[in-house]
């Protein structure tokens, strides 16, 4: 199946900045096609939450975190990025991204298993 693989998490302080990064593969890039990319994240005792959802229509962002996260993606490499700007303490989770696509011979949906952010005060 489809594999995702988040990294770029870490500990930061607030105000501080974070990258994430998430790369698909287990097919060949030719015959993957993803329509729907997905970035959420869950703090330890809370409710997993949407951050960023991405189609071909665009980008639509949490309020929480609008206007410092950016979503990006490199079609090419089959990835997608979160910059993450002005972190602050209640950003602090394990933070996932999901894809929605085809294969050339089967639609999927899948998740990665996430990549810990850590701001401190």
């Known amino acids: 199946q489809v594999q995702l693989v988040e990294s770029g998490g870490g500990l930061v302080q607030a105000g501080g900045s974070l990258r994430l990064s998430c790369a698909a593969s287990g097919n060949d890039p030719k015959d993957l096609t993803i329509t729907h990319w997905r970035w959420s994240r869950q703090a330890p005792g809370k409710q997993r939450e949407l951050v960023a959802a991405?189609?071909?229509?665009?980008?639509r962002y949490a309020d929480s975190v609008k206007g410092r996260f950016t979503f990006s993606r490199d079609n090419a490499k089959n990835a997608v990025f979160l910059q993450m700007n002005s972190l602050k303490p209640e950003d602090t989770a394990v933070y996932y991204c999901?894809?929605?696509?085809?294969?050339?011979?089967?639609?999927?949906?899948?998740w990665g298993q996430g990549t810990q952010v850590t701001v401190s005060s």
């Open positions: 999901a894809a929605e696509g085809s294969t050339g011979t089967a639609d999927f949906g899948t």
């Open positions: 991405s189609t071909s229509g665009g980008t």
